[in-house]
């Protein structure tokens, strides 16, 4: 149980485009998911929080309206990444969490923008 | 002081040893103690989840949490190849939101 999906697993597009990353709780409602970025060799960074059917929360440093969520049901979040620049390659790894309890992660999405 | 400390390592041991990895914490606050191994190129997998000082037992795993000391420790007893990846600690304050703050991640190395 607890399964996260993430898609797609790789992207490489080029600057100036939209991206967009789902992320699907496969056998559980997810109430929160979180959006986390990851560059080489450092730790999780924690982009956003969602809620279904609520605006996310962002936290501190991290753009809105480049950074796109959207959590329409209890299994599903997207983020899009809108107009995207190299230095927003990275690695991007969703979670999803049931009434507050553990966070179970997905795969993770590895963006390159040329 | 940051909320959660965790040496990166890198953490080298030979196949079968007893491996030790350590978090510290700042805030008396938190209540739930995760621990999560990351292959690279992969998202965290959890390994351990526990909410009260003491020992739990998974495996070949041990989560130890000490709250008085604020500190919170994993053991690999016969350590294998496979086990090398990086080990995230995380730790939470609870509530209907569950937000976790993670430590740097420790990089083993288990050598055949």
């Known amino acids: 149980g607890a399964v996260v999906s993430q898609h797609p697993s790789w992207v490489i597009c080029k600057s100036g485009t939209s991206v967009k990353i789902e992320c699907r709780s496969l056998?559980?409602?997810?109430?929160?998911m979180f959006w986390y970025r990851q560059f080489p060799k450092q730790s999780l960074m924690l982009m956003a929080t969602?809620?279904?059917?609520?605006?996310?929360?962002?936290e501190q440093g991290v753009e809105k309206d480049k950074f796109l969520i959207n959590h329409a049901s209890l299994t599903l979040s997207t983020l899009t990444v809108t107009s995207a620049h190299p230095e927003d390659s990275s690695f991007y790894i969703c979670?999803?969490?049931?009434?507050?309890?553990?966070?179970?992660f997905g795969p993770g999405t590895r963006l390159l923008v040329l | 002081q940051k909320e959660v400390e965790q040496d990166p390592g890198p953490l080298s041991v030979p196949e079968g040893a007893i491996v030790s990895l350590n978090c510290t914490y700042s805030?008396?606050?938190?209540?739930?103690f995760m621990w999560y191994r990351q292959y690279s190129r992969k998202g965290p997998e959890l390994l351990m989840y526990?909410?009260?000082?003491g020992n739990k037992e998974d495996g070949r795993f041990t989560a130890q949490v000490d709250k008085s000391s604020k500190y919170i420790s994993l053991f690999i007893r016969d350590s294998q190849p496979s086990d090398s990846a990086t080990y995230l600690c995380?730790?939470?304050?609870?509530?209907?939101?569950?937000?976790?703050?993670f430590g740097k991640g420790t990089k083993l190395s288990v050598k055949p």
């Open positions: 969602s809620n279904e059917g609520s605006k996310a929360t962002y």
């Open positions: 526990t909410y009260s000082s």
């Open positions: 995380a730790i939470g304050t609870g509530g209907s939101q569950g937000n976790l703050i």
């Open positions: 056998d559980f409602q997810a109430t929160t």
């Open positions: 805030n008396s606050a938190f209540q739930y």
């Open positions: 979670s999803a969490s049931q009434r507050g309890e553990t966070q179970y």
